[in-house]
């Protein structure tokens, strides 16, 4: 087993075209909350892999209309057999005026309320700026209901802001379009991060945030720190007395910090809706080395996910190829008391293949090659539901659970600073 290592401060798809209406499912999409975590997984035997005897972990995943896999350390993650959950024909069903027609969604924050699973999705519109709208499901897979209208398009001055915000401030910061929601459930509140861009200035991104309590109306909080950055998810509760959270701080403008897309840093506060936020000096993980699937860039993707061995921090990396940059999906192991102590897996759980982008031959395709979560909703028995958006243009589901999640981070781990591999090849 490995063990924690502590940061310095401690389209192409040949598929049919998909029907214009969103799938209507009656079975359960995958395990309900009373189902035990005894009747969904066992560990196999140990197997011989020609050197040494390896005891393989299994666990029984239900994945809809009783259908049931496994995973494990080969497999950490099922696809749900019917992606796309949610696509943009769904959402032009409901957003029929021409200036509201959208050509995907994709990169959505997920959370369970009260009865029922609200998703928060990001949507180009056809003229190119991104905004959220909204969509609630029974089950959490089939039947999602889309909200009439979004739910955070660029601020205006008749939007709600909270006290002390800067109206016209915010929105310059929006003036862009918003993007790539996370709903972080922190103290029984929704809090929604997301990206605001600028019209004006290429490329400049402030991480804003917002609180909602019914997911038709928010109030904006603005930028969580004035610097240019992307993917901040907050962890659910206080540890020490402060809020923790993970940012991917960028640096190709002037006077920002951070390693060019390469580093994951943690900060606390406080309040985490006025801040401040600390942001530690030095990353608690970075791109690997050599060949490694995140050699080039990494980011935060769901907010962590509490478990009995520590919390499971689902993220995304990029390698350069010679024919694009694959994002894959990775998993990370920190510590519940002190999350600046990491395992990081080497092991990317989920690849981008066709079967992620099931679109119809004249359906536009954003990027190649990409799978990309915001967030991994947990169910009691140990499953989790990871929710990804396929190529940035469409919206999946995949299974998994965090007892395969951990021990890929025990046992196939990497040091999350310098990327050398921490087990025999």
Request: glycine share 10%; hydrophobic share 35%; proline share 8%.
């Amino acid at each position: 087993m490995g063990t924690f290592v502590s940061g310095p401060c401690s389209r192409s798809s040949g598929a049919a075209p998909l029907p214009c209406q969103a799938r209507r499912g009656t079975a359960p999409g995958l395990p309900t909350r009373s189902q035990t975590r005894s009747e969904l997984s066992r560990i196999s035997p140990g197997e011989q892999d020609g050197r040494r005897s390896v005891a393989v972990m299994e666990r029984k995943v239900e994945l809809g209309h009783g259908r049931v896999g496994v995973v494990s350390l080969n497999e950490p993650m099922l696809r749900y057999p019917d992606n796309p959950v949610l696509t943009a024909q769904h959402v032009n069903e409901v957003w029929t005026e021409p200036h509201r027609q959208v050509v995907t969604v994709h990169n959505a924050g997920v959370a369970v309320v009260g009865d029922e699973t609200v998703m928060v999705f990001r949507s180009h519109l056809r003229c190119g700026v991104s905004v959220i709208g909204v969509a609630r499901s029974a089950d959490g897979i089939t039947d999602w209901r889309v909200a009439p209208a979004p739910l955070l398009e660029p601020a205006t001055p008749a939007d709600t802001f909270a006290s002390g915000v800067e109206e016209s401030a915010m929105v310059r910061i929006e003036s862009g379009g918003v993007e790539d929601p996370r709903i972080n459930v922190v103290d029984g509140e929704y809090v929604i991060t997301y990206s605001g861009y600028d019209a004006q200035v290429r490329n400049q991104v402030r991480v804003c945030l917002a609180v909602t309590d019914d997911f038709t109306r928010v109030v904006r909080h603005g930028p969580v720190l004035q610097q240019d950055m992307r993917n901040v998810v907050i962890f659910s509760e206080r540890i020490g007395g402060r809020y923790f959270a993970l940012f991917r701080p960028n640096d190709v403008l002037p006077g920002d910090t951070g390693g060019a897309y390469t580093q994951i840093r943690i900060g606390t506060a406080v309040d985490f809706r006025a801040g401040e936020w600390e942001i530690d000096d030095e990353p608690i993980m970075r791109t690997g080395w050599g060949p490694s699937a995140f050699s080039d860039k990494i980011g935060p993707g769901a907010p962590p996910v509490r478990t009995p061995a520590g919390w499971l921090n689902l993220f995304h990396g990029v390698r350069t190829t010679m024919d694009g940059n694959p994002y894959v999906l990775g998993v990370a192991l920190h510590d519940l008391d002190d999350p600046r102590r990491v395992q990081m897996s080497s092991v990317p759980v989920l690849f981008p293949t066709r079967a992620d982008c099931r679109v119809g031959e004249s359906d536009y395709v954003h990027v190649p090659n990409v799978v990309f979560s915001c967030a991994m909703v947990p169910r009691t028995d140990g499953t989790l539901l990871v929710y990804y958006a396929g190529n940035d243009t469409v919206m999946n589901v995949a299974v998994t659970h965090e007892d395969v999640l951990v021990e890929l981070c025990r046992r196939y781990g990497q040091n999350p600073l310098t990327g050398q591999l921490l087990y025999p090849t």
